[in-house]
């Protein structure tokens, strides 16, 4: 069976309740009438209800009749949303009257319905930037205990390829953070480490990835990722994890014996930890596009309720998929 069907069937099981804040976009009202039909969760769509009902006539959508709907314009209970975010974000310097505000926000009441206990997670970003998406969740879903930062992972499906055995790698941060310290990466590793487990159902074997192999080139941005792979080892000495590698010696077993002899990553890696984001955004649309990879997320690691990011050129079935994903995660929370 293939990753993505027995997390559809784990979501199933789960019928978890998940909101799509951008619920009037075609892409995401058409994964809607699919998640609903195959009952992979129970979802709630923001939105204006007679433009739903009236795209999901024009498209023939059968199922969407079964989502809870909130108009986030005209909504009943606009009041007790405006105070819960008050609460959670007065010391920051947030008035009532602001609240209020927000929370006709489809992204912003989104967050809000999980901290209120009404949704267990949120898939947006078909039609808004990673940016928009994440800062309403920073602010009042904000991370889990212990960790500091957010990053995205992305599970890349490569089949029939020679430097991929277990047809999938797992490649982070692609999503979040611009320019993380060591001491950030080493947490990106480990959070990675932990979706490979989790979501992919993979033994991590993480790669800290640079332009050099074991001090091929001296530079402070290779010391950086020495010093990342250092705390991480330090941090998670159960981790399996190994840098610097450059992606070649990560990934092709002949490169990693020649550049890397000893190290039991080199050659091996199914985890890639780029060491910004720029390299890992730039690397998954490549891979991507490119080799023809299956890429499903950004799947957010670290944040304390799962939310997840759409890329702006996602297909249906890739909001399916992250759906599914976002209702295991949030069994695992
Ligand atoms: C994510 C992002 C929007 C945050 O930027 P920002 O709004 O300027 O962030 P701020 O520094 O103002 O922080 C806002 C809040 O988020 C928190 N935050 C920011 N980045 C965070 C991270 N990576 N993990 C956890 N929390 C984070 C801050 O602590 C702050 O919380 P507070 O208001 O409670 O103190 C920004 O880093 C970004 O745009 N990243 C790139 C996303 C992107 O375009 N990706 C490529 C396509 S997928
Ligand atoms: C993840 C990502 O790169 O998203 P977008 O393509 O929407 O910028």
Redesign the pocket.
């Known amino acids: 069976m293939t990753l993505m069907k027995t997390i559809r069937e784990n979501a199933q099981k789960l019928s978890k309740c998940i909101v799509l804040p951008e619920g009037t976009e075609e892409r995401t009202l058409k994964a809607a009438d699919y998640i609903l039909k195959e009952k992979l969760a129970r979802i709630i769509l923001l939105g204006n209800k007679t433009e739903i009902e009236r795209k999901s006539q024009e498209w023939s959508l059968q199922f969407t009749t079964n989502a809870r709907i909130i108009d986030p314009l005209n909504n009943p209970d606009k009041e007790k949303y405006a105070e819960l975010l008050y609460e959670i974000?007065k010391s920051?310097g947030l008035t009532y009257e602001e609240a209020l505000v927000l929370t006709e926000d489809p992204l912003y009441l989104a967050t809000l319905l999980i901290k209120a206990g009404e949704a267990d997670g949120e898939v947006a970003?078909a039609m808004n930037?990673?940016?928009?998406v994440?800062?309403p969740a920073?602010?009042i879903v904000?991370?889990m205990p212990g960790?500091?930062?957010?990053?995205?992972a992305f599970l890349m499906i490569l089949k029939d390829n020679p430097y991929v055995p277990e047809n999938i790698l797992v490649f982070a941060d692609?999503?979040?953070?611009?320019d993380p310290t060591a001491s950030?990466l080493a947490e990106i590793a480990i959070s990675t480490a932990r979706t490979a487990q989790s979501i992919a159902g993979l033994e991590p074997r993480v790669a800290m990835l640079s332009f050099s192999t074991k001090g091929s080139a001296k530079h402070a941005l290779c010391d950086k990722v020495i010093e990342a792979t250092r705390i991480a080892k330090e941090k998670a000495p159960w981790l399996q994890i190994d840098g610097e590698l450059q992606a070649d010696a990560a990934i092709v077993e002949s490169v990693g014996i020649h550049k890397a002899p000893g190290s039991l990553i080199a050659g091996k890696a199914n985890v890639l930890v780029f060491p910004s984001?720029e390299t890992g955004?730039i690397a998954y649309k490549l891979v991507q596009r490119l080799a023809g990879a299956e890429a499903i997320g950004?799947v957010l690691q670290?944040?304390a309720a799962p939310i997840n990011?759409l890329?702006r050129g996602c297909s249906v079935s890739d909001i399916v998929n992250l759906v599914a994903i976002t209702a295991t995660q949030s069994a695992g929370m």
């Open positions: 974000r920051k970003g930037s990673t940016g928009n994440l800062r920073f602010q904000k991370t960790i500091s930062v957010v990053s995205g692609c999503a979040v953070h611009p950030e984001l955004n950004p670290g944040m990011d890329s």
